[in-house]
């Protein structure tokens, strides 16, 4: 089976990459190779800018999973369209043309617009907060158009991903950097925003629950059983690294105290027999023997 993941050089891609490899035939595409992801064949593809090269074109595909996103936080930043909209719109045009039988879309929690009943579901409106959440929604209204050509449609709604290979500097990256090197983890407000996490390693399991059954198809969110609030996120990390770290309020505001990330993931895990392989302290624990390493060959 013939599979492409766009995206391969980026976090989450190569994370189902990595799970497929041996597994599948894997096809990657973008505009320079990893030479660490685990692939099969890659072309070069700047797909908000350029054509599908030729060699691409006349490969088939049995399924594709559309992982590659510009993720700028800038909203007047053109890239945004031409690499999210343009770039989806020549895959979508691709998979019309050679009949593929099934595409992922990995999109976000973000984009919708709450919660209901204390959790996000599949059809919360659309609420998209900026220009890169927009392009995302509109991927997804995008994507749904192929199931009038017959083609299985999936689209996985994720929130944080998170993993040991992490580099992003996100507050769960900076709390476990600071609690390997045994420095105070700084908390803004109350510490009372709970996000919900998902090691990247079970998105991929996730995608492959999809492609081995036809059955599934439409939207779903997709996330952990455990969303974590702030201050428990600093304390998890303290506890899981053996840390001297110390948790400290800053006295500033944090805005989004009082948020709450809960996701509804059970429409997914009733259809998929999706289970969650990796718990917040498993990817704390692969994530600081991976951060360790780095900083002893440094």
């Known amino acids: 089976m013939n599979i492409l993941i766009t995206g391969t050089n980026g976090f989450v891609g190569s994370a189902i990459a990595e799970r497929f490899y041996n597994k599948y035939h894997i096809v990657g595409c ?156 700084i908390l803004n407000g109350k510490g009372s925003r709970r996000q919900n996490y998902i090691d990247v390693r079970d998105v991929a399991q996730a995608c492959e629950k999809v492609l081995e059954n036809a059955e599934i198809n439409g939207i779903y969110n997709l996330g952990s059983a455990l969303t974590v609030s702030n201050l428990d996120l600093a304390r998890k990390w303290i506890e899981t690294t053996s840390s001297t770290s110390k948790i400290i309020f800053s006295g500033n505001a944090d805005p989004t105290d009082g948020q709450n990330w809960e996701i509804d993931i059970e429409r997914f895990e009733a259809i998929s027999g999706y289970r969650q392989e990796f718990q917040i302290e498993d990817t704390m624990r692969d994530y600081a023997t991976m951060k360790r390493r780095f900083l002893k060959n440094e």
């Open 30 to 185: 973008g505009t320079k190779k990893n030479s660490e992801t685990q692939i099969d064949t890659y072309y070069r593809w700047d797909m908000g800018h350029e054509e599908m090269p030729p060699e691409m074109a006349d490969e088939h595909m049995d399924a594709i999973i559309h992982v590659a996103a510009n993720k700028s936080t800038n909203d007047i930043n053109l890239e945004l369209s031409y690499s999210n909209i343009v770039g989806t719109h020549r895959l979508i045009n691709y998979c019309i043309k050679q009949k593929v039988k099934m595409c992922t879309l990995i999109s976000g929690i973000p984009i919708l617009e709450g919660t209901i009943n204390g959790k996000y579901v599949y059809n919360s409106k659309y609420a998209p907060p900026t220009m890169y959440h927009v392009t995302k929604a509109s991927q997804e209204m995008m994507f749904e158009q192929m199931e009038k050509y017959g083609i299985r449609v999936v689209i996985l709604r994720i929130p944080s991903p998170i993993g040991r290979d992490m580099k992003q500097k996100t507050i769960f990256t900076i709390f476990g950097d600071r609690a390997i090197l045994g420095e105070d983890l």
